[in-house]
């Protein structure tokens, strides 16, 4: 019996590293943002255009990033825009997405705008 | 020595008649000589976005379920460029002057063309892959209608799919795949399921999982068919360059 455990305690163990790891916020965002936002989180990304009714977001914007809380802009990646009264052009990522990954985009936004929550930029 | 000359000549004969056989094309050596080193042909997805950033093509391991035959057949003997910024999208940026990101035309990569009887032999050995088939119902799509209007408005205002996809030549967004040869392209049935759940198909999809009830699912496919058919009106058939 301890044999049995001590042997499926390995196997989880190997099988650890082969579990990928939580890529950093910045992976995160050059993969699923930049396609609207752009490569410099300014809202120029390459779909950004004609077709849409509301242009992207500009991340470095520290004046209105800082009037949005954490949790704000949380639900805002996982549930889309329209669940804080934003554009249906921002869609839901949270079937994409795990809460620790959308942690960590909210965490880059604040490296982007060089802002907190309700500090005065 | 006289011998040797009667094997050797009885050797080419063989090989001579051997000739017509051998130039029918192995479908499935061809993919893994000309096709492997873009295109994944045996899964599973990546699902790092390492994996991501570094795929070449589509995933093809269930090519079978996703792709129509025909259009296989059409399309790998003329290629048109589907994806207007590559299958990831951040290896095609440029900045222009005003900080805008730009497609870098320069760094896509034209695919290859195949003849007529290559085409249809890898037609053939892509729709032998089926991996992830339990995901697919067949006759999940109830064919039906959508007016264009209505479909325009679902693509857009209520659904914001075209802040990625293009619904027609030159009109929508560019990371994603043009949809306006969807119908064409596409086994409806696929696209029920991936739209429904892009990730159980690509863990790393770029495609966000909406919460879609089975009539809106029903309803895309619907539209996709009325872009293709009013695309083949106005003479573009497939494709605006490549």
């Known amino acids: ?121 | 020595m006289a011998r040797r000359h009667l094997t050797g000549l009885l050797a080419g004969g063989a090989l001579l008649l051997a000739v017509p056989a051998a130039a029918a094309v192995d479908g499935r050596a061809l993919l893994e000589e000309r096709c492997a080193s873009c295109h994944d042909l045996t899964g599973p997805a990546p699902t790092t976005v390492e994996g991501v950033w570094s795929r070449k093509g589509p995933d093809l391991f269930y090519a079978g379920l996703k792709y129509r035959r025909d259009w296989l057949v059409r399309w790998l003997q003329r290629p048109t460029r589907i994806r207007p910024a590559g299958v990831y999208y951040g290896n095609h940026l440029r900045v222009d002057a005003e900080g805008h990101d730009r497609v870098d035309e320069a760094s896509l990569v034209r695919h290859l063309a195949l003849t007529r009887e290559e085409a249809e032999a890898a037609a053939d050995a892509l729709m032998r892959l089926r991996a992830k088939s339990e995901l697919v119902r067949p006759g999940a799509y109830q064919p039906g209608r959508i007016s264009l209007s209505m479909g325009d408005l679902m693509f857009g205002k209520f659904k914001g799919c075209i802040a990625c996809h293009r619904i027609e030549p030159g009109y929508g967004g560019l990371s994603g795949p043009e949809v306006y040869t969807a119908w064409a392209r596409l086994n409806p049935d696929w696209v029920i399921s991936f739209m429904r759940n892009p990730q159980a198909w690509d863990p790393r999809s770029l495609m966000p999982r909406l919460p879609l009830k089975e009539r809106d699912l029903q309803r895309f496919v619907h539209y996709f068919k009325a872009l293709y058919e009013d695309l083949q009106q106005r003479g573009e058939e497939e494709g605006d360059h490549d």
């Open chain 1, 1 to 121: 019996m301890t044999e049995r455990l001590l042997v499926a305690a390995l196997l989880l163990a190997a099988a650890w590293p082969a579990e990928a790891a939580t890529p950093s916020g910045e992976a995160l965002y050059k993969t699923y943002c930049w396609q609207c936002h752009g490569s410099r989180g300014t809202g120029h990304g390459i779909n950004a255009g004609e077709h849409m009714s509301v242009q992207p977001r500009d991340h470095t914007d520290a004046k209105y990033m800082a009037a949005r809380s954490d949790e704000e802009l949380f639900r805002a990646i996982q549930e889309g825009g329209p669940a804080v009264n934003k554009s249906v052009l921002m869609p839901p990522w949270g079937g994409a997405l795990s809460d620790e990954e959308i942690s960590r985009l909210v965490a880059y936004l604040r490296d982007l705008c060089r802002c907190r929550h309700g500090a005065a930029p």
